[in-house]
């Protein structure tokens, strides 16, 4: 049994999940794969950082991440802090000699995240970042379809990440909305998540050209507040690919799309096979396969199962339901792991880097509305 000391930067809604991630994974597999004790927590907000302080157990809490990430006792830098902050609060953990887990995306730059990639090598620590739809076992299921050759030679991936949960233009700017804190608006904070699964089963995405729309250009400052202030990035992002296996798609995302709750969804067609899926579904993935019978050809409904990878860690039977906190607690098991038994991981630096290099390619082909190779 080892210790796994966390440091906590911010401590809002991905802080929380997080730490409940980890708390849910000792109950699931036990501590043979570390024991996470809630060390530090920072949050510039004080209040907020004495309410995780309270409810989550920390020992101790600091209003300067500063401190956390040079602390001795601390062995893993758990950052959920608006995306601007990761580069800063990750570079200096990374120089301390600590492991780092960051949520999604890695930064808000290809340099920055590039630096951070290379800083993390260097230093030969842990290197995680939390783009938990890569732990999805349907995911898991659909890339093995897809690499396994099941569906034949892969022409097509289809992908959207909608949410309406910016549909109303009386909700006040948050930092989301500004470029310094967030880096871009649907893309990065959603878009990010689509192209994570589309690189997890499809590979690299080679040249994207893209356009971007912004809904509702101002929002209120504050809830009741009649100033206003400028909504500096994207609403809604779409792009066409091509990927280096000689497929081509469509990829979108927006945080406007009205009725849409959770709707990461996907289609890919292959010359032998297609498999749908959505988010909002989790626990059924639509498979087609041509090679049956010309009678009975058409979709079904694969319910995940225990065959799925991770479903089992949940689940004795198939067709029970998981949801978006247990891709959090098997991505807190897949860290571990890493931590304390040196298991390969998907989701480094180097992938988030790669993410963020694609992500970069699309802003550059939005603002100049041409075909952009991702370097
Ligand atoms: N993986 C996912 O499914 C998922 C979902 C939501 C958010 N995210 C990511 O998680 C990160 C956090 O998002 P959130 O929705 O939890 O945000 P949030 O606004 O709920 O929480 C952010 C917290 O960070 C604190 N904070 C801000 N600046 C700070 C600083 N300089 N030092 C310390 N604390 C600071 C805030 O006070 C707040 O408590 C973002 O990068 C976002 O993209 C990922």
Request: overall charge negative; proline content about 3%; hydrophobic content about 40%.
């Amino acid at each position: 049994m080892k210790e796994i000391r966390i440091g906590l930067v911010g401590a809002g809604w991905m802080g929380k999940a997080h730490s409940s991630a980890m708390l849910d994974e000792q109950m699931l597999f036990g501590p043979d794969f570390g024991v996470p004790v809630f060390e530090m927590v920072a949050d510039a907000n004080e209040e907020s950082a004495k309410i995780a302080q309270h409810k989550i157990g920390f020992k101790r809490m600091t209003t300067d991440w500063h401190t956390l990430v040079s602390d001795p006792d601390i062995d893993l830098v758990d950052i959920a802090t608006p995306n601007a902050f990761h580069y800063e609060v990750a570079k200096a953990a990374l120089e301390n000699g600590k492991n780092v887990y960051c949520e999604k995306p890695l930064s808000i730059s290809e340099a920055e995240s590039k630096e951070l990639a290379a800083l993390a090598a260097k230093k030969n620590v842990i290197n995680y970042v939390g783009f938990n739809n890569t732990m999805n076992p349907a995911n898991a299921y659909v890339r093995d379809l897809v690499q396994s050759g099941k569906l034949g030679k892969i022409m097509r991936f289809v992908g959207r990440y909608d949410q309406d949960q910016l549909l109303d233009e009386n909700l006040p700017i948050t930092w989301r909305h500004i470029n310094k804190l967030a880096g871009c608006g649907a893309l990065g904070d959603l878009g990010s998540h689509l192209l994570s699964v589309s690189q997890f089963i499809m590979g690299d995405i080679s040249a994207v050209n893209a356009m971007k729309e912004t809904i509702f250009p101002k929002r209120p400052k504050g809830r009741d507040s009649k100033e206003m202030a400028d909504v500096e990035n994207e609403d809604i992002i779409s792009l066409m690919t091509r990927y280096a296996n000689g497929a081509i798609g469509t990829i979108s995302a927006s945080r406007v799309a009205t009725g849409r709750k959770n709707y990461l969804a996907y289609e890919i067609q292959g010359t032998k096979g297609s498999v749908v899926y959505d988010l909002e579904t989790m626990g059924e993935v639509q498979v087609y396969f041509q090679s049956d019978d010309e009678a009975d050809r058409g979709f079904r409904r694969v319910f995940l199962n225990p065959k799925h990878k991770g479903y089992s860690a949940f689940q004795p039977a198939g067709g029970i339901s998981i949801a978006y906190n247990d891709m959090k607690i098997l991505e807190a098991h897949e860290l571990f792991s890493a931590l304390t038994q040196g298991t390969p991981y998907a989701c480094n630096f180097e992938f988030g880097y790669k993410i963020d290099r694609t992500i970069a390619a699309i802003l550059k082909s939005a603002d100049n509305g041409v075909w952009t190779p991702v370097e």
